[in-house]
């Protein structure tokens, strides 16, 4: 069909074309898009991509040192904030059982907070409580059982004296700048221009 338009009987009336539906020229549709009587040429996915399970829930353990957590498959691990990773599988257990399992009757002060609102175990340091957590350095574990943590996560300074202790978060912060540490005493790369350079030298002297 056709619209004019225009002001009056003596205005102008340029024409604009409006093609129906049913025109000739335009292919028929179903009603997702396609043209009918035509299949897709891919109908499934060449290939998934399988990802972790995220976690819903966590538990900070009496230790302060240890979360639980659990996924959506109903899979309990346990964590160590010290090392930054999974140190123990549990399966589809009770998370509230196996926190009594590790419960252990000691006072830690809380020094971090921790969330899964991203589907994954996030720890948040903020100053000055971050540096309330201190352990003896020599500190062991208990006699190891299959539901305990393992005998490496002791903190393992057998050089230590028996009344010395190490503050938590200060072991946290040092493990997650230690490599820009190195890279930040070695200088720059190129040779000559570090400041352990042995062709380095002070510019006041």
Known sequence: GFISAGAGPAAAAPHIRVPSASHHGRAHTDGRGQQAGRQPLISGPSAVLQGIPPIVAHKVLSDRRHILTKDTDGNVSRWDVLAGAETGRYGKVSMDDMERKLFEARHCPS???????LGQLSISLEPPHC????EYA???QEEEQQWRPRASDALGYPEATEDAKVNLGKLVLEGAFALWRQQQLRGPTMEGLGPGSATSQDPTS
């Open 131 to 134: 540096f309330n957590a201190e």
């Open 138 to 140: 020599q500190q062991q």
């Open 111 to 117: 020094w971090f907070v921790a969330d899964n609102r």
